[in-house]
């Protein structure tokens, strides 16, 4: 009984003995790995001479254990340009879920008699950014099939579901024109799909014949928009110098300078000016289209609650929404969610009400937004400030979600053939040691680059990380140095 005990003990202690000669210099080695990326990577960053003059903040994480792996200034206070696009997708999942929709309603008042509705037509918009022309098309098909083919009252857009305020507070107006400046409203229209919402696409191909203008055609095919066109086709021997402005606080296009014969077409998405109004035209041509004979006013006002529901368009859900809001890093999409959080949580489709429910959804993952500046949640504000580790804490605490797989292939893939999956990181990271491996959200403002995801390999072991550059005019530089600083973890990985 004794010597039975005896050697039990014995072999115990043998087990302790061997345990403790394995993982004790495993840990060592892990140590001396973790030493050896702090030590490339200080040599990378401190002695780059394109940071010396700018800022920069990089944050290292392990995927499985969140334990910080590298710092860099991680706790400082900087510009994350579209990397803010994390923090409002995050918080809507967790605040509207991935099945959220938004939704477009068509409601009528008065009588339908035979083929006559006595009464108005409303378009309620409830901020679906994503409304195609060809649903709007749809919704008037509604109406005839219904065998309605003439209309005594008005068509009246509603946008009342999100505030009048259409831009951002920190934004420029030099941004106004183009298609990440688009105005935002509850009721607006993108001209096809993935592209942003109050927008419209000026298509500049050259003449057949040489000193004539160009041809101009827009998507959609509408006339709310006026291009003046002074361009001119030129031989193949002159270079294209064209240039598409719009004049602000209205919808007229000047196209000037030159398009070389040989060029194929030249493509721009330039905002609209007033979307709701932009909405309610094309209904009003898809009337005509439709032989719809309309006796009344078009113009814009609130939906009257005793108006009835004629039918409803509803967008995807925000789990495919996500897609171009984090892939092509959609503006628009971006601020018309962060309103809809406000709207949902407090009654109010506002930037302030929004922005507070987004901190408000953040605080469930521990994340103290006291200590960060949110201005908008598109990351199109210069104001906007964040600290690396803030980001890299986030992207691990969420992984025990149910819909984290979902948020995280919803991430721009390096060097990926396909422009839906690989998005703004489809031409970055394209060797074949990195294509596939990044998983990450970009950022670029004047003198701001970011990039935020995860980095995976062949083994187990992920990390997360974060990196934002602010102050480095050069975003070809920017973004080179993003690159290296990845290159050297994935080696340190492998």
């Known amino acids: 009984m004794v010597q039975s005990l005896y050697l039990k003990s014995m072999c115990l202690l043998l087990s302790i003995i061997l345990l403790y000669l394995i993982f004790i210099p495993y840990s060592e080695a892990a140590?001396?790995?973790?030493?050896?990326?702090?030590?490339?990577?200080?040599?990378?960053?401190?002695?780059?001479?394109?940071?010396?003059?700018?800022?920069?903040?990089?944050?290292?994480r392990s995927f499985q254990t969140g334990e910080l792996l590298y710092e860099q200034n991680v706790n400082q206070l900087l510009t994350p340009a579209s990397n803010m696009k994390i923090l409002t997708s995050i918080a809507a999942l967790e605040l509207l879920g991935p099945n959220y929709h938004f939704t477009t309603e068509l409601l009528i008042d008065g009588n339908t008699r035979w083929q006559l509705l006595k009464g108005n037509v409303y378009i309620k918009?409830?901020?679906?950014?994503?409304?195609?022309?060809?649903?709007?098309?749809?919704?008037?098909?509604?109406?005839?099939?219904?065998?309605?083919?003439?209309?005594?009252?008005?068509?009246?857009?509603?946008?009342?579901?999100?505030?009048?305020?259409?831009?951002?507070?920190?934004?420029?107006?030099?941004?106004?024109?183009?298609g990440y400046g688009a105005p935002i409203s509850a009721l607006t229209v993108a001209p096809k799909k993935n592209v942003e919402g109050g927008t419209i696409i000026i298509e500049i191909m050259p003449n057949e014949q040489i000193g004539q203008p160009a041809v101009i055609k827009t998507v959609p095919d509408t006339e709310y928009v006026e291009v003046i066109n002074e361009s001119i086709t030129v031989t193949d021997s002159e270079r294209n110098n064209i240039s598409i402005k719009k004049k602000h606080g209205t919808?007229?296009?000047?196209?000037?300078?030159?398009?070389?014969?040989?060029?194929?077409?030249?493509?721009?998405?330039?905002?609209?000016?007033?979307?709701?109004?932009?909405?309610?035209?094309?209904?009003?041509?898809?009337?005509?289209?439709e032989e719809i004979r309309h006796l009344g006013n078009v113009t814009l006002g609130d939906t009257p609650k005793e108006a009835k529901l004629f039918t409803v368009h509803h967008s995807s859900p925000l789990s495919e929404l996500l897609f171009p809001f984090m892939k092509y890093s959609d503006n628009v999409l971006g601020e018309s969610i962060t309103k809809e959080m406000g709207k949902f949580k407090y009654g109010d489709g506002s930037w302030e009400c929004g922005l507070r429910a987004l901190q408000e959804a953040l605080a469930h993952y521990d994340m103290k937004t006291e200590n960060t500046i949110i201005r908008d949640g598109s990351g199109i504000s210069h104001v906007n400030a964040i600290s690396t580790n803030d980001?890299?804490?986030?992207?691990?605490?969420?992984?025990?979600?149910?819909?984290?797989?979902l948020f995280k292939s919803s991430l721009p893939?390096?060097?990926?053939?396909?422009?839906?999956?690989?998005?703004?990181?489809?031409?970055?990271?394209?060797?074949?040691?990195?294509?596939?491996?990044?998983?990450?959200?970009?950022?670029?403002?004047?003198?701001?680059?970011?990039?935020?995801?995860?980095?995976?390999?062949?083994?187990?072991?992920?990390?997360?990380?974060s990196i934002i550059t602010n102050d480095i005019t050069n975003s070809k530089k920017a973004k080179m140095i993003e690159e290296e600083i990845t290159m050297v973890i994935a080696d340190y990985l492998n």
């Open 251 to 289: 919808n007229q296009i000047y196209i000037n300078g030159h398009i070389n014969q040989t060029e194929k077409k030249i493509e721009k998405l330039m905002s609209v000016w007033e979307p709701t109004n932009y909405v309610l035209h094309l209904f009003s041509e898809y009337l005509k289209k």
């Open 413 to 465: 893939i390096s060097g990926h053939d396909s422009k839906y999956l690989g998005g703004t990181l489809k031409d970055r990271f394209t060797n074949s040691r990195m294509k596939g491996k990044v998983k990450a959200k970009t950022g670029t403002l004047t003198s701001v680059s970011s990039l935020s995801g995860y980095l995976e390999t062949k083994g187990e072991e992920s990390i997360i990380f």
């Open 31 to 60: 140590a001396l790995d973790t030493l050896a990326l702090k030590e490339d990577l200080d040599e990378l960053i401190i002695h780059h001479s394109d940071i010396n003059h700018g800022k920069i903040g990089v944050s290292v």
């Open 125 to 178: 918009g409830k901020g679906d950014a994503t409304l195609l022309p060809t649903d709007i098309e749809k919704l008037v098909s509604e109406l005839k099939q219904q065998g309605i083919k003439y209309i005594f009252g008005d068509i009246v857009a509603d946008d009342s579901w999100f505030d009048s305020i259409r831009h951002p507070i920190d934004m420029p107006w030099s941004d106004e024109m183009y």
């Open 391 to 405: 980001i890299t804490k986030l992207l691990y605490e969420i992984k025990k979600e149910h819909w984290f797989p």
